[in-house]
């Protein structure tokens, strides 16, 4: 596995390619001293080797990997400007980091040289306006930290973005991210995220918006930076919205297959109580079967396809919706429909569900793991399910299957012991990317791009959509400084095919 990695570090070629575009050598030295300078504090700024290859790898991640040259760690906005204008002096680029959650190289180095910037320190929420429903915080912030915030304060508020655990604000604003609690709020893309503080490359900091809750002064100028990976500016700060904490209940049903499982969420959802459903997870039987082994638990679940269910309201509407969940899943063949009875017992039916990776992961030793996502239209999700399923078996590959079927979104978690098993899973996520994209689908419905699912975006969106993209970046980083080598996929010259590697 190592070999594998290392035979991707300074690759010559790439090297060679960019000798007069970014720092020599000599000149990146020359940016090192000058971090050092600028950021005085101790501990701001580092080049030891382990810390920059640590940062410059991911475990989530198989994708191409270099070590950062230098790890700076601002405190503050005027921290990172001295960071982005020195890189800009000497050409080096830059690649934000916060908390490493991402799953698609989002975060590695740039073979010539590059600086990463680790916004994990500037965690601080700096204020709450409980009245307006809103928070102003900085871009290191993890979700869970301020949701546990909001509760110690006793404040009945929370944000309801919930991608991987330790993920922060400047990251999901980074991927575009969003989590299981996507079918009743949205994404990363709705307006959880009212006001951005970016710092540009040209070292100008910008306000993307006010507090108000809308506004209609020009175009969406927040959603610019949503999604764009670190590319186009460096948040340091944002104004979040908050949503009223609402009494759930968490409920689990067991199906004979994937497609009974599926066809009743469609249902659910299109009934008056669908409002009412917080989330709806799939989990199929080898994960139930992997989170039994895992020994996290202390009863083991049915190994079936099961459906988890949040349920949200008062009483009254979670009666109602609960009475409505059960028929329906009834009459699409779940053989058993229950409610944790308990508080405590709903929190960690929840959390087996968002420990997903761990437990495949504890039930496997000795594995690696290769996460993926890819998103459909509901409708097409069994379809996309029943023949992975069946690609999986064929090519002898272990996976666990987890999904946010609310949404049509679905992660395979393949697991692989040596680099032919890695080249096999490898070319079985090639062939779920453009299984999905035949079915009006996405090749990431929540992860993003990185290196990953960069050769997918011109087949997913057109080559048209794609040189928008790139000619905002160029407007925007013209020495194309911020993390480059990510989600912009190069152009391909007529009549060539992209190549998968
Ligand atoms: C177990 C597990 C479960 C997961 N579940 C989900 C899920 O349910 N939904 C989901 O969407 N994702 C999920 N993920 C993926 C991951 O949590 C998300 O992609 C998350 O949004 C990444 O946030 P981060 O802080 O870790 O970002 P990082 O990994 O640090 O960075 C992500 C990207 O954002 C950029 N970036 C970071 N900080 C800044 C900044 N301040 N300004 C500009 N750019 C910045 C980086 O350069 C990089 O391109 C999961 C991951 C794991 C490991």
Known sequence: MTELVDSYLFSKRRVDEDKHQYASPRELKLAIDELHKALSSPNAVTTDPDALRTYGSSENSYHLASPHSVVVRPASTADVVEVVNISRKYRVPVTAYSGATSLEGHTSGYPSGSICLDMSGMDEILQINETDSDLVCQSGARWEDINEALKAKGIPLFFPLDPGPGATIGGMIGTGCSGTNAVRYGT??????????????????IKTRRRA?????????????????????IVTEATLRLAPVIPTKVAMAQFPDVEHA?????????????????????????????????????????V???LFFKIQGDPFCIKGTSKAVQAIVKKHG????????????????????KYALPSTMAANPGARCWTTDVCVPVSRLPQLVLETKKDLANAGLR?????????????????????????????????????????????????????????????????????LMRVIKRAVDPL?????????????????EESHA
């Open 188 to 205: 990363a893309r709705a307006e959880w995220f009212l006001n951005l503080t970016v710092v540009l490359p040209n070292g100008e900091v």
């Open 213 to 233: 809750r809308k506004s209609a002064a020009g175009f969406d100028s927040t959603k610019l930076f949503i999604g764009a990976e670190g590319t186009l500016g």
């Open 262 to 302: 599926v066809s009743a969420v469609q249902e659910i959802l299109n009934t008056p109580y669908g409002p009412h459903i917080q989330c709806i997870e799939l989990l199929d039987d080898q994960m139930m079967s992997a989170i039994n082994n895992a020994g996290f638990i202390d009863h083991p679940y049915p």
């Open 304 to 306: 079936k396809d099961t």
């Open 334 to 353: 779940s053989s058993r429909f229950e409610f944790a009875p308990t508080d405590q017992e709903a929190q960690d039916l929840w959390q087996n569900r």
């Open 399 to 467: 996976s666990t299957i987890v999904g946010h079927v609310g949404d049509g979104n679905f992660h395979a978690l393949m697991l692989f012991h040596n680099d032919d098993e890695l080249k096999s899973v490898s070319d079985a996520v090639h062939r779920l990317v453009y299984r999905a994209l035949a079915l009006d689908g996405t090749c990431t419905g929540e992860h993003g791009v990185g290196i990953g699912k960069k050769e997918y975006l011109v087949d997913e969106l057109g080559e048209g959509t794609v040189e």
């Open 480 to 496: 194309n400084l911020l993390n480059p080598g990510k989600l912009y996929p190069e152009r391909r010259e007529p009549g060539k």
